[in-house]
């Protein structure tokens, strides 16, 4: 994820009119190329699909939940008329800091670091998502998009808390 991030951070903040169309604007009404923003999410889509897989002997129903609601949203953002195409885009890898923080608490049992990481990312995520739907003509699917957002960083927390009180 760190050039696709270095790309979308430079696509961002090149002036303030590109600031403020990473949160305005849907993926159709760029004419810069959008390649980047859709190799990040269908290479997020294709990782969910990847745990799948990989988890399909041994299924936990929350996370098996988390996998379907992430491919949802990856699919609504690509193929559907989502504002904030572009900042989405760059939110995906802030957002899988928290995850990586998970995975090193689970390694390594850095309370501190995991608390600080998934605490952020769920912020930035929450924060970014309704940045990219409030002040814009919504859809009822981008506003479904935004509860499911709103349902995973609930839900990361409290697995948060949960892991940390354990």
């Not at 995850?99 to 090193?104: G, H, K, T, W």
């Not at 970014?128 to 479904?144: E, H, I, K, R, S």
Request: aromatic share 16%; hydrophobic share 55%; proline share 3%.
């Amino acid at each position: 994820y760190v050039p696709g991030t270095l790309v979308m951070i430079f696509k961002i903040v090149g002036s303030v009119e590109s600031i403020q169309n990473s949160y305005k604007l849907i993926g159709e009404d760029y004419t810069d190329g959008v390649w980047m923003e859709h190799f990040m999410f269908s290479s997020l889509f294709g990782f969910m699909i990847r745990d799948f897989v990989l988890h399909v002997k041994r299924p936990d129903p929350l996370l098996t939940l988390h996998h379907i609601a992430v491919c949802l949203m990856m699919v609504g953002a690509s193929f559907f008329a989502i504002r904030g195409f572009r900042l989405l885009a760059l939110i995906l890898p802030i957002v899988e800091l928290g995850s990586c923080a998970y995975c090193y608490w689970c390694i390594h049992r850095w309370l501190r670091f995991y608390a600080i990481f998934m605490t952020f990312s769920n912020i930035a995520w929450a924060v970014g998502c309704c940045l990219c739907t409030f002040p814009n003509d919504y859809t009822y699917f981008q506003l479904f998009l935004l509860i499911v957002v709103f349902a995973m960083v609930a839900g990361r927390q409290l697995v948060m808390l949960q892991e940390i009180r354990t």
